[in-house]
Structures are given as structure tokens and as C-alpha cells.
Antibody, heavy 121, light 107 residues
Framework: EVLLVQSGAEVKKPGESLKISCQASGYSFHSYWIGWVRQLPGKGPEVMGI????????RYNPSFEGRVTISADISISTAYLQWSSLRASDTAMYYC??????????????WGQGTMVLVSS | EIQMTQSPTSLSASVGDRVSITCQASQDISDYLNWYRQKVGKAPELLIYEASKLESGVPSRFGGSGSGTEFILTISSLQPEDAATYYCQQYDNLPYNFGQGTKLEIK
């Protein structure tokens, strides 16, 4: 069974750093694109960026480049999303998802359960 | 940046009805289009990819059509579990923008 399990909810203060994770199982982790998606409260999804773990090809949405870092550790089949300095506006639900094919951006066919990040002073 | 515009933004229909949602891209995206359903409090679910291909496990009442700039998601016979928000998403170019969503209510 293909599964993506994300790390738990986080409560942080502005300016703090954070790294959330997405552990994959049930398939060859290095062979599929993984995407990170932000969903602000009451809003639609936004793709932040995608990574191909096989060769660490990373593509960022320009709106997020420089604000977050996407990475992956093939040895433990885990993808990461990290911030060096959080803002209140980063408060959102964050999902990871596995893409359908080798085409970057192709449908996200499997999703993690989501990680809620609350940034508040 | 490619903008995706859905219509209507909301609709209400009865069980058994045929429902269509339209998605317009601001430029030609060929068939690089996905459709998702998102129920309240859940992650989105992929329904359609490449504009018209049904994702494995998705009921056959869902169908997608279109290419270029105009796309349609059709639900042939609405079921109670289809109450959700529906999103289109292009993946021709980064950023892979979603439409603003269509909220579907069951009467």
C-alpha cells in the first residue's frame, strides 16, 4: 500500500525555524516526483514546489523560492519542507503529495494527511 | 504566470443531476490539466489528469474534456458524497496554479 505520512502539527513563533517531513512507503521513493502544497485557511491549494528524489531535481513556485527549502533523503524515503524564519502569514495546512508520472506537475494521486503549522507570537 | 478561472464559483444540484464545471486557462496549456475534489477537512483527491484521463479508482460518473484553454469537468449522475469543492490545476508551466474552486452543494 502506498502511503505518505507527514509529521505532526506545529506551533511556532515568528522568526523561528521549522522543518516538516513526509515519509513515503509502499513504492520506489526515488522514482516519483513529490510536491509540497500550501492551503491557507479557507483558500485554494498552491503548489510550493516539487522534487524528484532520484536526482534531487527541485523546482520552486517563484512565489515561494527563497522562503522555503525542499529536500529529500532517499535512504529513509522522506521529503522535507523547511523555513529558516517563519512569519504569521505562513500559518496554513501543508500537504505533500506523490505525482502521477514522470511529468513534472502531473496529477498528485496520493496525498499525506497534512501538517498544520500555526505561527503566532 | 498562467491564470485559471473556474465557473461557476458555487452551485447547488440534486442527487442524480448532471453537473458541469468549466475551467479557462489564460493561455494555451494543451492537455496539461488536472481536476481534484476536496471534501471539508480532507486533502484533495485527484479525479482527472491530462484533461480527460480518469484516475484509477475514481467512479466513472466523472469525466473531463477540453484542450488548449477551455476545459470541462462533468459529473453524470450526482451522488451525496460529491458535495465538495472542485479545483482545476494546470501543469504546463510553473507555478502550477489551481483555479479558485467551485463549491458544489447537494440539495
Amino acid at each position: 500500500e502506498v502511503l505518505l505520512v507527514q509529521s505532526g502539527a506545529e506551533v511556532k513563533k515568528p522568526g523561528e525555524s521549522l522543518k516538516i517531513s513526509c515519509q513515503a512507503s509502499g513504492y520506489s521513493f526515488h522514482s516519483y516526483w513529490i510536491g509540497w502544497v500550501r492551503q491557507l485557511p479557507g483558500k485554494g491549494p498552491e503548489v510550493m514546489g516539487i522534487i524528484y528524489p532520484g536526482d534531487s531535481d527541485i523546482r520552486y513556485n517563484p512565489s515561494f523560492e527563497g522562503r522555503v527549502t525542499i529536500s529529500a533523503d532517499i535512504s529513509i524515503s522522506t521529503a522535507y519542507l523547511q523555513w529558516s524564519s517563519l512569519r504569521a502569514s505562513d500559518t496554513a495546512m501543508y500537504y505533500c503529495g506523490r505525482h502521477h508520472s514522470l511529468i513534472p506537475g502531473d496529477g498528485l494521486e496520493m496525498w499525506g494527511q497534512g501538517t498544520m503549522v500555526l505561527v503566532s507570537s | 504566470e498562467i491564470q485559471m478561472t473556474q465557473s461557476p464559483t458555487s452551485l447547488s444540484a440534486s442527487v442524480g443531476d448532471r453537473v458541469s464545471i468549466t475551467c479557462q486557462a489564460s493561455q494555451d496549456i494543451s492537455d496539461y490539466l488536472n481536476w481534484y475534489r476536496q471534501k471539508v477537512g480532507k486533502a484533495p483527491e485527484l479525479l482527472i489528469y491530462e484533461a480527460s484521463k480518469l484516475e484509477s479508482g475514481v467512479p466513472s460518473r466523472f469525466g473531463g474534456s477540453g484542450s488548449g484553454t477551455e476545459f470541462i469537468l462533468t459529473i453524470s449522475s450526482l451522488q451525496p458524497e460529491d458535495a465538495a469543492t472542485y479545483y482545476c490545476q494546470q501543469y504546463d508551466n510553473l507555478p502550477y496554479n489551481f483555479g479558485q474552486g467551485t463549491k458544489l452543494e447537494i440539495k
